[in-house]
């Protein structure tokens, strides 16, 4: 992994460039870069509860405006009027930023102050203010882990570039698990994008040099699409999805191809972990699939922060 690079520098301006003016970029970076330690991270904490907050809508509704673009597409095929986008009884206008938040059970608008990430919660005591339905339990932690991935960026490699792009990274992640685990789907509006995004912030060699992360997107898909394929023919049935080989790609884009044994042995041992112990205790059924995206997530996530190999890190 290569040293952090400061908010100044030009590769931060060039990430920027055509978004902002350079000596803007540069004088933001300055200016936060002088500010208390204390301040720096206070700011990463308030900042990663925002976007917590907004991942959760993404969590949310993504789901929902793919099922009504496939029910559009099956509608137009098939002229059924059971398939049209409007057969969920929500809004017709209904994207990441309308309509405004609402309680899912009885529709009541949220009020600004029901808003706020984590307090809210505690304050309604995890409840809806109108019907009283618990709220997921899900909303405060989504938001606490961003405000974790947010204060871990700015520790590990400093209010840099590097910081920035390691908190998108583990937002998508964040993102990619929590809709993983209530879909079994990765969307390819999430990875795909991950993906590229990987390349590009290696372009300079920001985490790994470009030539590595060109073929840790390449070994990143086949792997897991030759362990998909073996499993089918050994066994008759898949055991690995598509969006899988997608996120492993993506992983490798980002942090390179040495990283890819580490994040797949990390994620195979905690999804035997985690399988085997909610077998035991009746939650789930030996045969029934357990979402991997959250487990190779996690393995990214500890390597991109942690480093590769993982027990050289830990000793010295």
């Known amino acids: 992994m290569q040293a952090p690079v400061p908010l100044v520098s030009e590769t931060s301006s060039s990430l920027f460039s055509g978004l902002l003016p350079a000596r803007f970029t540069s004088e933001i970076g300055l200016a936060f870069a002088s500010l208390p330690a204390g301040v720096q991270i206070a700011f990463a904490i308030v900042f990663g509860l ?170 990143g898909y086949l792997a897991l699409w030759a362990v998909h394929w073996l499993f089918l023919l050994v066994r008759g049935v898949e055991g690995m999805g598509y969006g899988d080989f997608k996120l492993l790609a993506a992983l490798g884009a980002w942090l390179g191809w040495a990283a890819l044994p580490q994040i797949v042995l990390i994620a195979a041992v905690a999804g035997a972990v985690v399988g085997l112990a909610a077998t035991w205790r009746g939650r789930m059924r030996f045969e029934e699939p357990l979402p991997f995206g959250p487990f190779l997530a996690a393995g990214g996530a500890l390597t991109l922060f942690v480093g590769t190999p993982l027990y050289l890190a830990l000793g010295g």
């Open 50 to 219: 925002v976007i917590g907050s907004f991942l959760n809508v993404v969590v949310h509704r993504l789901p929902i405006m793919l099922e009504r673009a496939w029910r559009a597409e099956i509608s137009e095929a098939t002229d059924a009027a059971d398939a049209a986008p409007s057969a969920d009884g929500l809004p017709a206008r209904y994207n990441l930023w309308v309509p405004r938040s609402a309680c899912p059970h009885c529709g009541h608008v949220l009020r600004p102050w029901e808003n706020l990430p984590i307090l809210s919660y505690l304050l309604l005591r995890g409840r809806c203010s109108a019907c009283g339905t618990h709220v997921s339990l899900r909303y405060p932690l989504l938001e606490l882990a961003s405000a974790a991935f947010a204060t871990a960026a700015l520790v590990v490699f400093g209010p840099t570039s590097m910081a920035l792009a390691a908190f998108g990274l583990g937002a998508m992640l964040l993102t990619m698990s929590a809709i993983d685990i209530d879909t079994h789907l990765l969307p390819d509006s999430l990875t795909l994008p991950l993906l590229w995004a990987g390349l590009i912030v290696n372009f300079n060699g920001m985490f790994t040099n470009l030539h590595d992360a060109v073929l840790g997107a390449i070994v």
